[in-house]
């Protein structure tokens, strides 16, 4: 059938049909019926339409691709039809209308002949609408109109805009609100559904046609670019090189074919993207409007003829505009915001589609706002009801469907702000709950989808209406319930939480929203207003159900937030879906999978990241708004306070203008408190209200308005000279911004009117005003105020009329922030019932609607900067601001719910925030919540086991899980994790019916301290004897402790401790580590659960790095450290077990040189074996590292000090079989170790010697001790053959812990670390060690030095003979007397000898060096109170002297006769002349300075005067005495005495060598015994000479006098004259040597000194002789003489003066070699001194002397005679005869 044959088809049969009814024949339709018949006959004409009535059964087939067909000739009779009111009639013609342009017959793009101007189309449209007549019409053509209109929206060959479709949507909407039949209301509303998706998906999909195009345009320049760049490049290529062109044309060809293909692939993914996005596929738009028609159309709707729309395309017809259509008849008034256009243009839209959906969208907007009936409770089927809940329906609709286009259009934004926000703040505080949950989703959608341009209005949506209803005690629960639902979706929402924050709290001039959402969320979840509003337990139990909810989803959103910054150590997901990049299965403990699984929301951080935010200026603004939030608080108590707080801060200026802003600006201030204080007379405050009045600007605003602009900022003060002093400065502003104003005489006038119009505006609104104003009371009461003129009395009558009308009233803002919960308050205070909590609810809801829409008109317009947060760390703060509400509440509902849909949210709520707190490193926050989670396990809090619960279990559950997914996280907090599971593991034991091994110390008594923990204390065997069934109960109890699922989740935190990091696992050890210790510390019931784990860690982080293993060594073994000195023998033997299976793995793998970490874990064997006392424990330690020397020793390296210190402290034992194997194993090593793997122990060789110096200390086991300084002497020899091995051994000495590392030079490491430690160890064994033992020890050390000493350096010496001086240490001798005297007789007397023996061997080495050391050391030998001591420090001295004096330097023997002095003087003993009886202070100490104080004196002997004067000094002996006070100082004092006729002799063997000066004496002796003289020569003085010279010469050949010089002689005689004169003067002191006798220094007789006395002045004449016959001191020779000739001249003189013989005889031999010398000296020296001695020798004659002095003088004078030729030489020959 043709098109046209069709067409006539469907008008011939309507036609037929509308004349065959039989009311066509009234006379109302003759018109109607006669045009039918025209139109019928034009059809009947035509050829085309003959065989049209043959194919009447055939439906007609819609039209293709052919040509319209033209019938809008046939329109009128079908326009009249409609307008007949015939329902029959109207039927036949909207559905043949409606077939028409269905099937493309009717499209109605020409201009209408009876309308000029418009379309044809719009005429249909309007006569198809005026078919609609309100209720009384038939339901019939409802549908068919309803069908007719859908047909024209979704046809896709009929264009309608602007008010065309407005018309057709408002005809629907009044269909659904008109119609009484339920399926013509479905119908036309899923038709308006379908109507309006088809207007917004055109014009989004003409949006995704316009970006292909676009796309298509770029790819097709870019394939032109890249065939131009194709043929540029095949150009330059060069024939002869063609091969390599080909290949270069390949490989250009394929990189420009990838570049081609590029930009192609580009565009076609984005217009992929858009359309997936944007436009559904043609199946799922066919799948949405049918889903739509069904559901809105029911299956028996009798409409079978409507078609399924063709899949809708955009028409392309942008610059098409309609023609206005005027308003039809409506119902009822409910869409007069359809009807027209109002004045926009098409200069707003970039197409008409646009321009077409806005005035829809608009128009709903609109719709909505109409109010309800206030009459009563709305009436749920009124007209005004359901028209406001089906445009919250369709604009709900519009905005859930909403694309690209409309999210970014600046129209619709704009629209969205002044007229959908707008009508949702009327609609969001509706008493209709169906109204307000419209409302709430429609901002869902708006807070989703629009935030970023409509920062303000959400922020008056929360703060002014959502909030408010939560928070507002009167609201009703079906309100807050809806509010609580709405939140449950914003707080899924990741990104919207955290903007909510940035955006708000983080905004100086915003209110907090997110803090007050926490508040108000935390106490629903609490429970806290469940009295309140009365609700009923279920309810109660909802709603905190939803508040948890919407709490643990913000935790959720931020821990999805932040879970880039999380690092899961098992490399399993975050808190996310499969689908997300991040999750964690943080339940699977529980069997019930990932309860924390995030919301997935759409604006989350999938997003691609935008410039990112600064979290630190986001906090730093959130620092200073709270200041400036307690300023304002602050102000709203008393403002200026608030002022000087606010100033204090810098947040706000000192001047008048600065404060007057801020009252203008700042709305949260208090508009009362503003009044009062601009009304105040303060110079300051009047200052501050001229200003802020100064910043009004009045210039062309009407005297009232400009009132109304002043009052909105503040309330009136109530006092008259307040308001006075406002209205003056305002009258004055008035007129300054008005001067043209011809109203005014003067301010004064405007002063007055402004006055009475304050006073007119209460008298007509207060109602405690009975009698009101009238308005010819108030035209009278302002008479003459304008300069005494009146002001135009229709002037005042408009202000009458405007003030009864309209009230002055404050800028529409929130309740000040002192006042936000007043209403609450007050209901909370008192009783009310359900009535009057509904009437206060409504006139709070009126109110909050008032504000609300005000606020939101204020807000409108503005343009605030939306910023979108994507930085991580802004969930710092916010975490900050709400972990301790939320652990509040989690508590709560842990502690008081055993409901699992109330405790998992909490459990779930709680591992979320330990994830958040773990990830920013909140310890605080992380440790409350840890702590809080292991106090409801209730296996650390002191509960009886009965109370544990399912919740309880659950919470272990938890616990574990975090320990699993978040341990490197938790820091010291592993401690409470560590806890509980300790105690779940006695739990077990209890719940499966174990016994746990009960490890007792001793006695099997229960330890009276209080256990940890009630579980601790359990014990079963009492309890099965108590009472069986409590028994099973408590283990039904704990059965669940026992789950599968409980104990693997247990292991794997431990065999999890491998994935922790370096951090972690010390922390994680740390605790277990402590643990342990609270299981071992349990006296009457210790465990070794934790310590059993710690093994097992251990060797589950073998594996780890040496770094992380140092670190936990260190923690572990303290552990070890305190476990193996524990007295329970079980536990001990445990750990040092543990201890050797850990160690052999350690040192299984080996270690590098320079490496300590053997040192590390091999040093809790030493500490145990020091810390220990436990015989049975030593000795497993000393078996346990014998053990591993033998198996392991080709791998210790550090370790080998450890081994050493082990064995050091095993060598101190008295246990024969610990001693024995430690002794045993050291020799192996010495004898092994060392031959084989010496360069591993170089560096513990200094601890190899201390601890064989300790095994030679031990004086249970001498045979072992003298082993050891064999195996000391074996060191040594390694030390000198293998040097190379110390150099190389490392560059620094002393790596003990806490010891300072010194630097070593690599040619000192030798000595450092080899030669040192074997000498110093040495000379320990010395001063520590019994006689035989020091004795070899000393013998071993002077060995060494003397075999190896060749090799030392110089400044070696200087060290070992600090090692060697310390031998004489006097704090280090024997407290006791006899052992102290032992050992100076002893050991410092051999160490002495050998001292000087190694000194002379290596002299050359040493003089520089230590000459002076060693001269100290002689000096304070001298100073003992030892006589022996003192004997050999001497003779030390002369033997030193002796042996090297041949090498002293001159500077040598001055430092050698300067030490002589020194010991000369402090060694006379000059209290001798000055004690007296009951003197026995420190007078001994101060004779002797420099002997070491605080330590016992020697007990000496006291020396008789007998035994002086007969014995020998070198065989004198002392006697020991009892000890005294005054017998030390004796003691001391005879000591000084011996010392110092020892140090005369020493000069004299050391000057004419020993032995030399008794021969002398001897020989004059024996010279003065014979009678005979020597036979005259010729010249006997020459001859005498000679014989003299001979004589010196022999004495200088043997002795050093021929290497000291003159000064350095002087000293010496000096020193020897003033001991002399010192004895001289003590001997002739007869009283004071009686007292001395008398107090106890005695012997045989008196105590005397006369040995002194001679041998000093006998040693210092020998010096002079000497002196004065060598001819090299001729230069002194005069100085000499005058010091002989004085001396000699001295000591004759004081030979005469003596009277006692025995004293006389003392000086026999002195007398002697005076003139014995004399008597040699050549003839002219002899001349010279028989002269000066003369007298006194021939007073010598008269003297008592013995015959010895008789020969003598008897020599003088003959040779004296001889020599003045007296008498000749052959007299005297004959006279020696």
Known sequence: MSVRKEADMFVSRALEKILADKEIKKPAYSQLKKTCQVALEQIKKDPASESSTGDSGTLPQPVGDEESVKVEKYILPFELACQSKHSRFTNTSLDVLQKLIAYGHLVGNSEDAIHPGKRLIDRVVETVCACFIGTQTDEGVQLQIIKCLLTVITSTNVEIHEGTVLQVVRTCYNIYLASKNLINQTTAKGTLTQMINVIFSRMEQQAVQKAAAAAAEMQQKTEQQNEEKLEQQSDTHSVDTQKASEEGSSTTAEVDIDDAVDPTQLAAEVISDIIEKVVPSEEETQHTEKTSTDEAIPTDTPIPDVPHSPTVVANGTEGFTSSQTPPAKHVGGDTDSLHSTDSLTMTSFTSVLQMDAFLVFRSLCKLSMKPLNTDGPPDPKSHELRSKILSLQLLLQILQNAGPVFKSNEMFISAIKQYLCVALSKNGASSVPEVFELSLSIFLILLANFKQHLKRQIEVFFKDIFLFILETASSSFEHKWMVVQALTKVCADAQCVVDIYVNYDCDLGLANIFERLITDLTKIAQGQQAVVYGATPAQEHNIRLKGLECIVSILKCMVEWSNDLYVNPHQQSNLGNEGMPVSADLDTDSGKGSTMASYNSANSLNEPPAALDSPEQFEELKQKKEIIVAGIELFNKKAKKGIAFLQEHGLLGTTAEEIATFFQTEERLDKTVIGDFMGENDKFNKEVMYSYVDLLDFDGI??????????????????????????????????????????????????????????????????????????????????????????????????????????????????????????????????????????????????????????????????????????????????KMVWTPFLASFSIGLQNSDDPQMFEPCLDGMRCAIRIACIFRMELERDAYVQALARFTLLTANSPLTEMKTKNIETIKALISVAHTDGNYLGHTWLEVLKCISQLELAQLIGTGVKYNVHNSGSKAKDKRTAHHLIESFDAELLTRADSKKLASLQGQMIETSSQSVVVAMDRVFTGSVKLDGDAIVDFVTALCAVSMDELS???????????????????????????????????????????????????????????????????KGEFANFRFQKDFLRPFEHIMKKNRSISIRDMVVQCVSQMVQAQMANIRSGWKNIFSVFHLAASENEETIVSLAFQTTGNIVSKVFEQYFDAVV???????????????????????????????????????????????GATHGAEQGETHVPVKEGDRVWVKGWFPVLFELSCIISRCKMDVRTRGLTVMFEIMKRYGEDFERHWWKDLFRIIFRIFDNMKLPEQQSEKTEWMTTTCNHALYAIVDVFTQYYSVLQDVLLSDLYEQLYWCVQQDNEQLARSGTNCLENLVISNGAKFSSGVWDETCQCIVKIFQTTLPQHLLTWAPGDVSDSAAADNPNRALGRSESSQSVVSQGSILSQDPANQKIPNMKVHTQDKLFSSLLIKCIVQLELIQTIDNVIFYPTTSKKDDHDNILAAQSNTSAPPSSDPADARLKTHSDSISSVNEQGMYSYLNEQQLFLLVDCLVESHRFAVRFNADHEQRNALWKAGFKGKAKPNLLKQETQSLACALRILFSMYSDESMASCKEKIETRLTELCSEALLYYLALSNDGHRDAWRELMLLIFNRILKFPDTEFQLHAAAHYAAVCDLISADIKMELRVMLRKFFSRLGLVYEIIPSAVTVAADT
Not at 1091 to 1118: D, H, T
């Open 702 to 879: 009407a005297f009232v308005p400009a009132l109304r602009k002043f009052l909105e900022g503040f309330r009136l003060p109530g006092e008259a000279q307040k308001i006075d002093r406002l209205m003056e400065k305002f009258a004055a502003r008035y007129c300054q911004c008005n001067l043209s104003e011809s109203v005014f005489a003067s301010a004064d006038a405007a002063y007055v009117l402004a006055y009475s119009i304050i006073m007119l505006a209460t008298d007509l609104h207060s109602p405690q005003v009975k009698n009101k104003m009238t308005k010819e009371q108030y035209i009278k009461m302002n008479r003459g105020i304008n300069d005494s003129k009146d002001l135009p009395e229709q002037y005042l009558s408009d202000i009458y009329d405007e003030m009864a009308m309209n009230e002055i009233q404050l800028k529409p803002t929130s309740a000040p922030l002192s006042n936000k919960h007043g209403s609450s308050a007050n209901l909370q205070g008192s009783t009310v019932t359900p009535k009057q909590r509904k009437t206060m609810f409504d006139t709070e809801m009126q109110h909050m609607t008032s504000v609300a829409k005000a606020l939101m008109e204020s807000v409108s317009h503005a343009k605030i900067e939306f910023t979108s947060a994507k930085h991580h760390e802004h969930v710092r703060p916010m975490f």
């Open 1082 to 1148: 349990n006296g009457s019931h210790p465990r070794m659960f934790s310590l059993q784990k710690i093994v097992e860690i251990s060797y589950y982080n073998m594996g780890r790095i040496r770094l992380q293993w140092s670190r936990i060594w260190a923690v572990l073994g303290e552990h070890f450290n305190k476990v193996g000195c524990i007295q329970n023998e079980d536990v001990a033997f445990f750990a040092v077990d543990s201890l050797r299976q850990l160690s052999m793995k350690f040192l299984e």
């Open 1243 to 1289: 560096g513990s060789f200094q601890d190899a010697v201390k601890c064989l110096s300790e095994f030679s200390c031990n004086i249970s086991f001498p045979d072992t001790s003298m082993e050891a300084i064999r195996l000391i002497r074996a060191c040594a020899k390694i030390v000198a053959e293998k040097p190379k091995l110390f150099r190389e051994a």
